[in-house]
């Protein structure tokens, strides 16, 4: 994590940029047959998001990744909390594949609704972020 943090900060420097930003803990996350996520955005005091794809040896290629949305309607503001979307309220505009060893990144906005459609198999993941460390406590 340490190594790759700086080259994804660096990747998103005009982003970043005049913002305060500390690397968050990574965590492994397992995901079991049938979990999906709605579309959505991040919290608002993660500043980067960042996923890295860790399927499973005998997995076959898997179209059904990271799925990127556009709101029907436009999003003026959010808590801190990770905000939702209905289905219903979201377009689909594109599909990051779940393949071994993708690194998916993206810096957080009011336009970066993402999800997930249920699997039909069990996915690993890495997942991390860099925080506003006006943020932390």
């Known amino acids: 994590q340490h190594e790759i943090v700086p080259t994804v900060a660096a990747t998103f420097a005009a982003e970043l940029a005049g913002r305060s930003w500390t690397p968050g803990r990574g965590r492994l996350m397992l995901r079991e047959p049938g979990y999906r996520l709605l579309p959505h955005l991040d919290s608002s005091n993660l500043l980067l998001t960042m996923l890295l794809y860790l399927p499973y040896p005998d997995s076959p290629p898997d179209s059904d990744g990271t799925i990127l949305y556009t709101s029907r309607q436009p999003i003026r503001k959010r808590d801190v909390s990770t905000h939702y979307l209905k289905l219903a309220d979201a377009n689909e505009v594109g599909r990051i594949p779940y393949l071994p060893n993708t690194l998916v990144a ?32």
């Open 106 to 137: 993206f810096p957080n906005s009011l336009s970066a609704l993402h999800g997930s459609v249920a699997s039909t198999r069990r996915r690993r993941l890495y997942q991390w972020h860099l925080i506003d460390a006006t943020s932390q406590p």
